[in-house]
Structures are given as C-alpha cells and as structure tokens.
C-alpha cells in the first residue's frame, strides 16, 4: 500500500525514534514533505538525515507536546508549508511500576504527554483541517487502549483516553471531510517496550515498520472509506 503523498505535508510526533522515525521515513518514502517533531533535537536530526538520504524532505521542530504553545508554533509552519495534509499523534513516555507505589507526578507527566499532547495537536490540527475540507488525523494508541496490564495503570489510562479522543474527534470531523482514526498495537521492538518489560525477546515483538505500514494503508483507502482502528498483535498470539 504505498499512496501518492507527492505535495502534501504530514506532522509527525514523536518523530525522533522508534515508530515515529519508521513512520516518517515511510512517508517521506511516498512524496509527503515530513514536519517532524519530538522533544530531543538530535534525535529528530538524524531522522531528517536518514530521510534526505532517500530524497525526501523534511523540516525539524523540537516540540513538548504537552505545552500549548509548543504545540501551536509547530502547526504554525505548516501554514508556511502551504498546507497540513497528514497528522500522525505518536509522541508519548511510558512509566511504570505497581500503582500503589505510583509517584503523582509520574501519572501526571503520562497524562500531560500522551493524552493532552494528542488533544492540543489534533485540536491545532482540525482548525487547519476543516477550513481546507479535508486531512486525515492517525493516534498511536495502544493494545492497553482496551486491555489493562499490571504495573501500567498511568500508561493505560493515557491510552484509554487518546481512544475516546479519537472516537470523538472522528464523529466530530467526518462532516468536513476529515478522518480520524487510531493504530492499537501489541508489544513493538522499541525503547519503551525494552523498559517496560525487559523479559521479552525482542526478536518476537512487532517491528516499528509494521506500524509504518499500516499508516500507509489508512492514507491509501479512497475518501469514500475509513477505519476507526486497528488493532495490530504479535504473531504468537500474545497480545503484549
């Protein structure tokens, strides 16, 4: 599934490493000009590098998701990019431990990132979208977006309400034209995952690009079609 992006702009956050590099990488590969965004600089120049390296184009903005005016500055450039065409919700931290020794400001951080991050984004993103018509928001949830696992009460309630984000932004937008839709998967081979359960063999887990992969998939389907969600497990049917 590899759709014709040649023109158009797509922000991705949480571009720095892991799924959002292989998503960037992915759209840069299909013609969209890639903002990219994420907390650390470096990281977010290497993905630009490696994206150069196979033609394609990009712009760079370290972004704090969780601060409004972060978030406002970053969709800002895509006004100067002309327009904002595609915006992939990926940013978000994962901290975990029993909940009962669970530090407050921990669960808060989680919460300013994963679940505030996605709403100031796809709000800043629907003030563009539904002007133009048209636009297509895609989060990165999660499979404890529906399930719950012991020791990650914070990260699962972030990801339980990036779905209800979701849901409602997608009754809310689908009359102007825009999709919503959200990307549930199981255990991916990143940092996060490596620090979260670090008994796993990281030869069994879902590799970043498969995540690419589908989010080329969403932007594939014709403006006639569209998908709440999906939800992506291990081959070996466990689903974390």
Known sequence: MQPDLTGQTAVVTGAGR???RAISLA???CGAHILLAARTRLELEETASQIAATGGSTDVQTTDVADEAQVEQLLKRTDELGRLDILV???????FGPAVDFATTDFDRILQIN??????????ALKRMI???CGMIINIASVVGFKGYPQQAAYTASKHGVMGLTKS???EAQEHGIRVSAILPGGVDTE?????RPDLDPSVLIRPEDIAKTVLYLLSLSGQATVDQI???RRDGTPF
């Open 18 to 20: 892991g799924i959002g």
């Open 27 to 29: 759209l840069a590969e």
């Open 89 to 95: 919700n990926n940013a978000g931290i994962g901290l």
């Open 115 to 124: 679940l505030r991050g996605t709403f100031l984004c796809s709000r800043a």
């Open 131 to 133: 002007p133009a018509g």
């Open 169 to 171: 932004f997608a009754a």
């Open 192 to 196: 996060m995952i490596a620090q979260a």
């Open 231 to 233: 939800y992506i497990r």
